[in-house]
């Protein structure tokens, strides 16, 4: 079992309709949870972080983090075709790891217009 | 500096010889990893510096790929007699631990052709 695992995509959704974007985590002590999101030809950029149980809005994005089922999701609403691009979700590992970030290897995203 | 910077930005090279990229952090950061990244395809770890720590060299390939991190600042990664698998984009990530959670900023990178 992969640590981070991520469904691979693609994922399509039309102009307005939300989008959610899943990921699960396979060690019980991370802790620490990022979204990133990775345009074509680009480097990664920060979407959101969350290290609590519950939901964390910011604007159009919402993160949710259930510790107890060991996922991490990301919802967009109101989509919009800039939201294409490749979503990849990271987490701290373990205690005693070094505080390393382990990557999925990304959801691509595609919003119709 | 305002982010993370990479040198170069396109490297082709020929079979063979030795390549060497570049990666200035943020001011301040403590921790900085490299990446590669082939078209397509997800981040695969290569080396990870955190502080004065030993480095986490875990992900490198093979012994042909080394990296060096002088001063906590700036850091080399050195790839020995390049193959064409070597072909990839390479970025680099600096962070600065706080509270629990550490921020990665990436690079933008350097394109390595290896023909």
């Not at chain 1, 079992?1 to 989008?19: C, D, F």
């Not at chain 1, 075709?81 to 999925?104: E, F, H």
Request: charged share 20%; proline share 5%; hydrophobic share 30%.
């Amino acid at each position: 079992q992969k640590e981070v695992e991520q469904n691979s995509g693609p994922l399509s959704v039309p102009e307005g309709a939300i989008a959610s974007l899943n990921c699960t985590y396979s060690d019980r002590g991370s802790q620490s949870f990022f979204w990133y999101r990775q345009y074509s030809g680009k480097s990664p950029e920060l979407i959101m972080s969350i290290y609590s149980n519950g939901d964390k809005e910011d604007g159009r994005f919402t993160a949710q983090l259930n510790k107890a089922s060991q996922y991490v999701s990301l919802l967009i609403r109101d989509s919009q075709p800039s939201d294409s691009a490749t979503y990849l979700c990271a987490v701290i590992g373990p205690a005693g790891n070094n505080r390393k970030l382990i990557w999925g290897l990304g959801t691509s995203l595609g919003v119709n217009p | 500096g305002a982010g993370v910077s990479q040198s170069p930005s396109n490297k082709v090279t020929e079979k063979g010889k030795d390549v060497e990229l570049r990666c200035d952090p943020i001011s301040g950061h403590t921790a900085l990893y490299w990446y590669r990244q082939s078209l397509g395809q997800g981040l695969e770890f290569l080396i990870y510096f955190q502080g004065n720590s030993a480095p986490d060299k875990s992900g490198l390939p093979s012994d042909r790929f080394s990296a060096e991190r002088t001063g906590g600042s700036v850091s080399t990664l050195t790839i020995q007699r390049t193959q064409q698998e070597d072909s990839a984009v390479y970025l680099c990530a600096s962070s600065f631990s706080s509270g629990g959670g550490e921020t990665q900023y990436f690079g933008p990178g350097t394109r390595l052709l290896v023909l």
